[in-house]
């Protein structure tokens, strides 16, 4: 898709409503249905309207056994999507969009070589599947599946990590696919991030969560943004973020592709909430810039490129200490 033809966005993000926008949600849920999940639909659906989110997606381990109390805690301010959390021998992946009662194969690993199989059968009814914690340290948790046929990869997921919510398998993920897109964009494929909170307990919802843009809030739209990568990852619901690329008068947001036309490219970034943090503008070349943000932690930074310099930009924001407050997919250039 190209920005060409698009209304430009305002400089903070545009408020989700009627007509669609930035919606917040986490992809990656659990209930007590899960080992170690101590919280029921209703609870969870409380904690993600009082964590600012409009929707979550509800991932329990090879169980569907949920998916009939959701119509009694999901409203017009909180879209929960149908999914599981496919824990197979050789690594995690997400079902997202399923059917009520639908649950995807999982006993098998890498060298059953089945994989394709069962993520293909999710795709063609619709439904996205996410390669999840794919450094997660412990036997079974590192995703051994090549990323290839999945839809989008979960680079930040918030539960291992003890005290913070951002910790070294989460940066090995992060390196990871970095490097997958500098090889990938050129050829024309590449997968974009998601992050979630992999909540089994109070108060991990939402801690991160993914803004996705979509024409309206509904699983169709929401996991249509997913797939185009037409969204960013967020700490908190206390972090605003916008990242616009313009060349002459086209402009193109997160996720779209920018014709430069061999003109200078200027990206603009808006950021909120993360006092005396750091963007980090990321490329092909790797990182290429970096600014400060004030104490108040409200800033606008523009940095001017090229499609011959970069084939992609991204940012990262991180918060002093290193500890990542939000991160976005790429604007491709060409
Ligand atoms: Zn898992
Ligand atoms: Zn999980």
Same mark, same amino acid.
């Given at each position: 898709m190209t920005g060409q033809d698009r209304e430009p966005l305002s400089p903070l993000e545009r408020a989700a409503g009627p007509g669609g926008g930035w919606y917040r949600g986490d992809c990656h849920v659990h209930s007590?249905?899960?080992?170690g999940g101590e919280l029921t639909p209703g609870q969870l659906a409380a904690a993600a309207r009082a964590a600012g989110l409009d929707f979550i997606a509800i991932t329990d381990h090879? !169980? &569907?056994?949920?998916?009939? &109390? @959701?119509g009694q805690v999901a409203g017009n301010d909180l879209l929960v999507i149908l999914g599981q959390e496919a824990v197979t021998q050789t690594g995690h992946w997400l079902a997202l969009g399923?059917?009520?009662g639908q649950v995807a194969e @999982?006993? #098998?690993? /890498?060298? +059953? +070589?089945?994989i394709a199989q069962h993520v293909g059968q999710v795709r063609a009814a619709g439904g996205l599947c996410v390669a999840a914690h794919?450094? &997660?340290? #412990?036997?079974?948790?590192v995703f051994m599946y090549? $990323?290839?046929? $999945?839809? &989008?990869?979960? /680079? @930040?997921?918030?539960?291992?990590s003890s005290d913070l919510p951002w910790n070294a398998d989460n940066n090995a993920a992060v390196a990871e696919w970095g490097r997958s897109l500098a090889a990938g964009i050129g050829a024309g494929r590449w997968v974009p991030a998601i992050g979630s909170? +992999? !909540?089994?307990? +109070?108060?991990?919802?939402?801690?991160p969560h993914t803004v996705v843009l979509a024409g309206e809030l509904s699983t169709t739209a929401i996991l249509a943004g997913i797939r185009a990568g037409r969204s960013w990852i967020a700490g908190s619901a206390a972090v605003t973020l916008s990242l616009e690329v313009r060349a002459g008068d086209r402009l193109a947001g997160i996720g779209e592709h920018l014709e430069t036309s061999g003109e200078p490219a200027t990206v603009r970034a808006v950021v909120g909430g993360v006092p005396s943090g750091s963007v980090n503008f990321h490329t092909d070349r790797g990182t290429v810039h970096r600014e400060p943000l004030p104490a108040e932690g409200q800033g606008t930074i523009e940095w001017l490129t090229s499609a011959g310099e970069s084939a992609f930009v991204r940012i990262e924001v991180r918060h002093p200490?290193?500890?990542?407050a939000a991160l976005t997919n790429p604007v491709i250039l060409s």
């Open positions: 007590v249905l899960s080992r090879n !169980t &569907a056994g949920t998916h009939d &109390a @959701w399923i059917g009520p @999982w006993r #098998y690993g /890498v060298r +059953d +070589d089945v794919p450094h &997660a340290p #412990y036997p079974g948790g090549p $990323f290839e046929g $999945f839809d &989008a990869v979960e /680079v @930040w997921n918030g539960l291992w909170s +992999d !909540t089994h307990l +109070d108060g991990q919802i939402a801690i200490g290193q500890q990542m």
